[in-house]
Structure formats: structure tokens, C-alpha cells
Nanobody
Framework: QVLLVESGGGLVQAGDSLRLSCTASGRANSDYVMAWFRQAPGKEREFVATITRGRGVGLTYYADSVKGRFTIDRDNAKNTVILQMTSLEFEDTAVYYC?????????????????WGQGTQVTVST
């Protein structure tokens, strides 16, 4: 079992950048397919980005709404998964969740993720 803790959220202005971190404990995050999801008020939790398991350079896949603006990556030395967000928009405002799956990549359905963090709030002001 792995425990996931997100950090790095905050209040930023449209056009700014923000870096979220997801630190794993109990198991190596490289043992899992890892992903970021987000949930805005009154909306369903939606897929943002995912990266393959393993300790090498991972394959990545993004939601169309964030492609070209967000980057998911691993820092295996710190057992951490990063979400680098640039050119933030008001519509990116949400609670962002880190998740881990034992299933075969790509995994984009929230129902296929086994472990979740508690979430970190990202608020983008106009």
C-alpha cells in the first residue's frame, strides 16, 4: 500500500505557473502508474495527466484541456511525482489529486485508480 501526499497548491493569477508535488511513502511511486486528477466545485473529478510506472523516462498522456501547458514527471530520488502547470487559466481552478494505479498504462478513468491523496487547492484569479 502506498500513501500519497500532495503539496504546492495556492492562489495565482491567470498566466502564472505553479508546481504541484505528490510524495509517496510506503512504496515507491515508480511501482505504479501515476496520475493527476482535478475536481472543480459542482463538477465530476476529471483526468489531467498520467505517466507510466518504472524508473526510466516515462511515457505521458494528457487531457486535451491541459496539453501543451502542463507537464507530469517523476523525481524517483525523492519518490515524488510532479505536475508543472504553466499559462494557468481561471478554468484550471480546482482541487488537484494525485493517484496511483496497479493497472496497465494508460489509465485515465478515476475508477481504475487504487490510491488517492487528500488533494491540494489551486485557485486561479482573473
Amino acid at each position: 500500500q502506498v500513501l500519497l501526499v500532495e503539496s504546492g497548491g495556492g492562489l495565482v493569477q491567470a498566466g502564472d505557473s505553479l508546481r504541484l508535488s505528490c510524495t509517496a511513502s510506503g512504496r515507491a511511486n515508480s511501482d505504479y502508474v501515476m496520475a493527476w486528477f482535478r475536481q472543480a466545485p459542482g463538477k465530476e473529478r476529471e483526468f489531467v495527466a498520467t505517466i507510466t510506472r518504472g524508473r526510466g523516462v516515462g511515457l505521458t498522456y494528457y487531457a486535451d484541456s491541459v496539453k501543451g501547458r502542463f507537464t507530469i514527471d517523476r523525481d524517483n530520488a525523492k519518490n515524488t511525482v510532479i505536475l508543472q502547470m504553466t499559462s494557468l487559466e481561471f478554468e484550471d481552478t480546482a482541487v488537484y489529486y494525485c493517484a496511483a494505479s496497479v493497472k496497465t498504462w494508460p489509465v485515465i478513468r478515476k475508477e481504475d485508480y487504487d490510491y488517492w491523496g487528500q488533494g491540494t487547492q489551486v485557485t486561479v484569479s482573473t
